[in-house]
């Protein structure tokens, strides 16, 4: 086309139909108005989505049986340290620690190598548990190494290393692999029937061999010096459930009690209400700035106003009525104000951590239970918003995304009757420099033969 571009007509046929062809595209620009506006809404929608997502898994954590049942532990002495589950109650206790555990260790005599017997084979290895189990263990050379692997791979309660002794010498460590009493056991050098004949050798009856630590129980007094004194026994030094949900771990013996007291978590209820309380006016802030009216003044003195995304739209208004209604009704004819979640003017939420500590001393029970009637409030009202099959938000945006691809198909339609249109305009307007082309020369020769002729009949005269 730009070749013959007003060649012959002088006109720019390219503008022409440019021109033409802007007026025949209308119908696509407005689907792709249509198209942009759908894309700039499932963002938004998705926004949305995501930050309810995010409020839905607060909720509902906070709300699970016992979340919100906090409490912290304390203990008199750095010796003893102390950790709580939900299932703890409030109280305190004196416990004085007797013993520590400690975990088998034996280390045989220095050696080259292991024995032979008669026949040059190695002499087989027996692990006696604490229960008189005996497991026979047959090492595939005379080589410590050997020995070492034999013995891990036996599975006899202990595991083995070979430890340097100088001079070229090793010893061969043993370990239970079980903490406490339970994991006593003995090393002999001989089968199990030796051992069961009294004929094998006890590893630690050798010159320089040592039991490094015994198999042995940590131990604990509670109410010690009362007629209700009892002993308490632990394979680790760690005391499960001293109170209910409480652990105490000890790393040293207690010279006198030690006292542990467990408190309720004021802190850590208060910390899950206020993070539920930020994530809802995350969600109440984004709906409420993308429904916000904005007004722009005009050259003119006058001014236009502009919804925002969501403005108008009942779904979303839907949304967020729901959760409303889920913060801020009474529980058990109570406000959740009473309980430090308080509803502002501006129809969102602040969270009042005097409100809630002294309610949380008066009532601990019955204002863990409000935040969690309210919280599982909540996370249903979020769960009916973004369930991956039913949620609303979730079909408003399958809804637009499947006319988003709609709209993509159609377009693509209108881009080949565009081009086929264009091609055609282009086609005529060619046809049409040829023609003028054409007749322009036929004038130009006719204008010739007329002159000629004149000239003609003039001489003749």
């Known amino acids: 086309m730009a070749a013959i571009d007003g060649l012959a007509s002088g006109m720019n046929t390219t503008a022409i139909v440019n021109s033409l062809m802007a007026v025949e595209a209308l119908p696509q620009t407005q689907l792709k108005t249509k198209l942009a506006s759908n894309q700039s809404m499932i963002t938004a929608l ?66 080259t190598a292991w024995p032979a017997d008669g026949t040059g084979a190695p002499v087989k290895l027996t692990l006696v548990d604490g229960t008189g189990k005996q497991t026979e263990i047959s090492p595939a050379s005379t080589s410590l190494d050997d020995v070492v692997t034999a ?29 406490g009493e339970s994991g006593a056991f003995k ?156 509803i502002s003017r501006n129809g969102d939420f602040t969270f009042d951590k005097d409100k809630l500590a002294a309610s949380l001393a008066a009532n601990p029970a019955g204002t863990q239970a409000a935040l969690q009637e309210i919280s599982a409030r909540v996370a249903a009202a979020a769960t009916a918003a973004t369930d991956p099959f039913k949620g609303t938000v979730t079909n408003l945006i399958k809804g637009r995304q499947s006319e988003s691809t709609g709209l993509t198909g159609q377009i693509a339609d209108w881009d080949r009757r565009l081009a086929d249109r264009q091609s055609t305009l282009q086609a005529v307007y060619s046809r049409m420099e040829v023609m003028l082309g054409g007749l322009q020369s036929q004038s130009a020769w006719l204008s010739g033969q007329l002159a000629g002729l004149t000239a003609s009949s003039n001489s003749g005269n």
């Open 46 to 111: 998705q926004g949305l989505n995501t930050r309810m997502t995010q409020l839905q898994g607060i909720a509902a954590a906070a709300s699970k049986p016992g979340a919100l049942n906090l409490f912290t532990a304390t203990s008199s002495n750095q010796s003893l340290t102390a950790a709580t589950t939900t299932s703890a109650t409030a109280g305190s206790i004196d416990v004085t620690i007797t013993k520590l555990a400690s975990t088998q260790v034996n280390v045989a005599a220095a050696m």
């Open 151 to 179: 013995v891990n791979a036996g599975g006899g309660g202990a595991s083995a290393v070979k430890v340097p002794a100088g001079n070229g010498t090793y010893r061969l460590q043993f370990t239970s692999t079980v903490p």
């Open 187 to 342: 090393v002999y050098q001989g089968s199990a029937a030796e051992v069961t004949a009294g004929t094998a050798t006890d590893l630690m009856t050798v010159k320089d061999a040592a039991v490094v630590k015994p198999a042995q129980n940590a131990e604990a007094l509670l109410y010690a010096g009362t007629a209700a004194q009892v002993t308490i026994s632990s394979a680790t030094n760690t005391f499960k459930d001293l109170l209910p949900g409480v652990s105490v771990t000890a790393t040293a013996i207690s010279a006198a009690p030690v006292t542990v007291t467990v408190v309720s978590d004021i802190a850590g209820v208060a910390k899950k209400a206020e993070d539920l309380v930020k994530a809802f006016n995350d969600v109440l802030g984004f709906i409420s700035d993308s429904s916000a009216v904005t007004t722009t003044a005009t050259t003119l003195g006058t001014s236009t106003a502009k919804g925002g995304i969501f403005t108008g739209n009942s779904s979303v208004r839907g949304v967020n009525d729901a959760l409303l209604s889920a913060m801020a009704a009474p529980v058990g004819g109570k406000s959740p104000s009473e309980y430090g979640i308080v």
